[in-house]
């Protein structure tokens, strides 16, 4: 069936399964948006009030529904306001594809108005990119960017549509066609990661479970590769197997049930207590879909010292990169796992546990309970209020940190936070898209009044789509982890982060057409909580918070768990 491009681009992403895609439009991509207008019946467009909030819609929602996300913008502007988002997408790993577009292909490389070579902007941060230069390539290629986006480890992929090829007539296939693609050429820069470079070496499977065998104060280090797999129940049943407990990345958090009582936390600069000093004192690391950032690892030689390493990744690139592996499985995270429990025995390690134990009473006497109303008591009073299938999102920042320490989550997917790129301004924009991936149910953003002052235009996004987003707005008057930072670091020479803002978030809420009020006090907030909360439209709750709050434990940048700050 002949087709414009347009239209092909609109039934292909159909035909892939695409119910949502966020956007803007723009002068060049009006006869996309035109195609949109007359399938409006199949296929939803979200309008954002920027194409950053609209990248980080596509983001969240990809990873609370588990499908790819998509976003549109325009040429120039449009398509260089992604790039924040795209960059998140990249560095956590979700699979995302971006439509931008373009001048027609006779005046690209002329300056012309509204041109950028987006294609070279954001190489760096895809998987791959796509500059469409035949309309008759157009449906392969979005077909081929789905495939790559979702292949091995999962991330964006860009295309760019120039506008004559959106006008250009072809013939539809309206199916997958295994020919090759004019343009498509995987970059030699970096791994994409479409598939294990190897299959499982039998051999380095049995000098896995040599090790595991033969050690005796194993521990389970657990990222987002984990939470990309479904490989939960694989995770839980290695540490029944080994007698072990599990340490998480940010990333990892949701992949493992707080309940769970091997279940330590998060790892890291602000991990918690025990799970931090109980990775340290292992004889043998398990990491797991992880990628050992700076911030999870500190100080690389004190961090490897004293253990061997087996890390699985399904990114042979990652193996080896940052902190060196004594055995690196490369595969899919599932397969893997279940190759190892298929020949692991139960390994009780009575001591080890002991040990553990003994560390969660000393993390109770070193980090306290505290009354009142504190960061801590009211994230905790959220979820009780709202429940484990809450879909939390978060700005960056100290709330996140909290957040990623305090809040008792359940079940997997259920967090939407940014990882590798600590975007300030992510959270609206990926708690708007989490929420649609859930058929709007209500859906938690924990932000704080710097965070939330970079995207805040999206909150007219969420009034629109009338969703019942509850956004809890820790408010310190401060940039709080920056100072943070500067109160420990830098002799609290406190520079330029007192925002001195007049601002009521809760005015301004209501401004946007939501609702708001604001909390001082535990009781205020759960009278708040208790109410019917509305079911059409945001809620925004303004706490405030002491100033002096600090993110505790912390590790200094560099250091190792002997400088842990715990007060």
Same mark, same amino acid.
């Given at each position: 069936m002949q087709m414009n491009g347009a239209q092909i681009l609109i039934e292909t992403l159909i035909s892939e399964g695409v119910e949502t895609i966020f956007g803007y439009p723009g002068g060049s991509v009006l006869n996309i948006y035109d195609e949109l207008y007359k399938s409006s019946d199949r296929i939803q467009h979200v309008l954002s009030a920027h194409e950053q909030g609209a990248a980080h819609a596509a983001d969240g929602y990809a990873r609370a529904s588990g499908k790819t996300g998509v976003v549109f913008a325009t040429s120039g502007p449009g398509a260089t306001n992604l790039v924040t988002g795209i960059a998140n997408a990249y560095l956590d790993s979700v699979p995302?594809?971006?439509?931008?577009?373009?001048v027609p292909t006779g005046l690209l490389g002329r300056d012309s108005f509204q041109e950028v070579d987006i294609i070279g902007i954001t190489q760096p941060v895809v998987k791959h990119s796509f500059l469409v230069r035949e309309v008759e390539d157009l449906e392969p290629t979005i077909r081929e960017a789905f495939r790559i986006a979702n292949a091995g480890r999962k991330g964006p992929v860009l295309i760019d549509v120039p506008k004559n090829i959106q006008a250009a007539m072809a013939e539809y296939l309206g199916q997958q066609p295994r020919s090759a693609v004019g343009q498509i050429t995987m970059p030699s820069a970096k791994s994409v990661a479409l598939s294990p470079a190897k299959?499982?070496?039998?051999?380095?499977l049995e000098e896995a479970l040599s090790a595991i065998q033969s050690c005796e104060r194993p521990f389970i280090y657990c990222g987002g590769g984990v939470l990309a797999a479904h490989a939960e129940a694989e995770i839980l049943e290695l540490s029944h197997r080994l007698t072990a407990p599990i340490?998480?990345?940010?990333?990892?958090?949701?992949?493992?049930?707080?309940?769970?009582? !091997?279940?330590?936390?998060?790892?890291?600069?602000?991990?918690?207590?025990?799970?931090?000093?109980?990775?340290?004192?292992?004889?043998?690391?398990?990491?797991v879909g992880v990628r050992f950032s700076d911030r999870a690892t500190g100080n690389i030689d004190e961090y490897r010292k004293k253990c061997k390493i087996i890390h699985i990744d399904i990114d042979l690139a990652e193996i080896g990169k940052n902190v060196a592996a004594t055995i690196? !499985?490369?595969?899919?995270?599932?397969?893997?796992?279940?190759?190892?429990?298929?020949?692991?025995?139960?390994?009780?390690?009575?001591?080890?546990?002991?040990?553990?134990?003994q560390l969660k009473q000393e993390e109770m006497r070193k980090i306290p309970f505290r009354t009142g109303f504190t960061p801590q008591n009211i994230i905790r009073s959220v979820h009780a209020a709202l429940g484990?299938?809450?879909v939390v999102a978060t700005d960056v920042g100290q709330h996140q940190m909290w957040v990623a320490q305090s809040y008792p989550f359940e079940k997997p997917h259920t967090l939407l936070t940014s990882g590798g790129l600590g975007a300030m301004g992510y959270g609206l924009g990926a708690a708007i898209g989490g929420c649609m991936a859930k058929n709007c149910k209500r859906t938690v953003l924990f932000?704080?009044?710097?965070?939330?002052?970079?995207?805040?235009?999206?909150?007219?996004?969420?009034?629109?789509?009338?969703?019942?987003?509850?956004?809890?707005?820790?408010?310190n008057g401060v940039l709080g982890m920056v100072r943070q930072w500067q109160g420990r670091f830098y002799e609290r020479r406190?520079?330029?982060?007192?925002?001195?803002?007049?601002?009521?978030?809760? !005015? !301004?809420?209501?401004?946007?057409?939501?609702?708001?009020?604001?909390?001082?006090?535990?009781?205020?907030?759960?009278?708040?909580?208790?109410?019917?909360?509305?079911?059409?439209?945001?809620?925004?709750i303004d706490c405030k918070i002491d100033v002096n709050e600090e993110v505790l434990p912390m590790i200094p940048p560099g250091g190792a768990v002997s400088d842990i700050m715990v007060d």
């Amino acid at each position: 069936m002949q087709m414009n491009g347009a239209q092909i681009l609109i039934e292909t992403l159909i035909s892939e399964g695409v119910e949502t895609i966020f956007g803007y439009p723009g002068g060049s991509v009006l006869n996309i948006y035109d195609e949109l207008y007359k399938s409006s019946d199949r296929i939803q467009h979200v309008l954002s009030a920027h194409e950053q909030g609209a990248a980080h819609a596509a983001d969240g929602y990809a990873r609370a529904s588990g499908k790819t996300g998509v976003v549109f913008a325009t040429s120039g502007p449009g398509a260089t306001n992604l790039v924040t988002g795209i960059a998140n997408a990249y560095l956590d790993s979700v699979p995302v594809v971006a439509f931008t577009g373009n001048v027609p292909t006779g005046l690209l490389g002329r300056d012309s108005f509204q041109e950028v070579d987006i294609i070279g902007i954001t190489q760096p941060v895809v998987k791959h990119s796509f500059l469409v230069r035949e309309v008759e390539d157009l449906e392969p290629t979005i077909r081929e960017a789905f495939r790559i986006a979702n292949a091995g480890r999962k991330g964006p992929v860009l295309i760019d549509v120039p506008k004559n090829i959106q006008a250009a007539m072809a013939e539809y296939l309206g199916q997958q066609p295994r020919s090759a693609v004019g343009q498509i050429t995987m970059p030699s820069a970096k791994s994409v990661a479409l598939s294990p470079a190897k299959p499982l070496d039998p051999a380095e499977l049995e000098e896995a479970l040599s090790a595991i065998q033969s050690c005796e104060r194993p521990f389970i280090y657990c990222g987002g590769g984990v939470l990309a797999a479904h490989a939960e129940a694989e995770i839980l049943e290695l540490s029944h197997r080994l007698t072990a407990p599990i340490g998480l990345s940010l990333m990892g958090l949701t992949a493992v049930p707080h309940s769970y009582p !091997l279940n330590l936390g998060m790892c890291g600069m602000h991990g918690r207590y025990a799970a931090t000093v109980a990775q340290s004192e292992a004889d043998l690391l398990v990491a797991v879909g992880v990628r050992f950032s700076d911030r999870a690892t500190g100080n690389i030689d004190e961090y490897r010292k004293k253990c061997k390493i087996i890390h699985i990744d399904i990114d042979l690139a990652e193996i080896g990169k940052n902190v060196a592996a004594t055995i690196g !499985l490369c595969g899919g995270v599932k397969e893997v796992l279940s190759a190892l429990l298929a020949k692991l025995p139960l390994l009780p390690h009575e001591q080890w546990m002991a040990h553990i134990d003994q560390l969660k009473q000393e993390e109770m006497r070193k980090i306290p309970f505290r009354t009142g109303f504190t960061p801590q008591n009211i994230i905790r009073s959220v979820h009780a209020a709202l429940g484990d299938d809450t879909v939390v999102a978060t700005d960056v920042g100290q709330h996140q940190m909290w957040v990623a320490q305090s809040y008792p989550f359940e079940k997997p997917h259920t967090l939407l936070t940014s990882g590798g790129l600590g975007a300030m301004g992510y959270g609206l924009g990926a708690a708007i898209g989490g929420c649609m991936a859930k058929n709007c149910k209500r859906t938690v953003l924990f932000t704080s009044d710097g965070s939330f002052g970079m995207n805040l235009n999206e909150m007219a996004t969420a009034v629109s789509q009338k969703l019942p987003l509850v956004i809890v707005l820790l408010n310190n008057g401060v940039l709080g982890m920056v100072r943070q930072w500067q109160g420990r670091f830098y002799e609290r020479r406190f520079s330029q982060t007192t925002l001195d803002r007049k601002t009521d978030f809760s !005015l !301004l809420a209501q401004a946007f057409g939501a609702a708001g009020s604001q909390a001082a006090c535990l009781e205020e907030l759960m009278e708040i909580l208790s109410q019917k909360l509305p079911s059409d439209t945001p809620y925004l709750i303004d706490c405030k918070i002491d100033v002096n709050e600090e993110v505790l434990p912390m590790i200094p940048p560099g250091g190792a768990v002997s400088d842990i700050m715990v007060d």
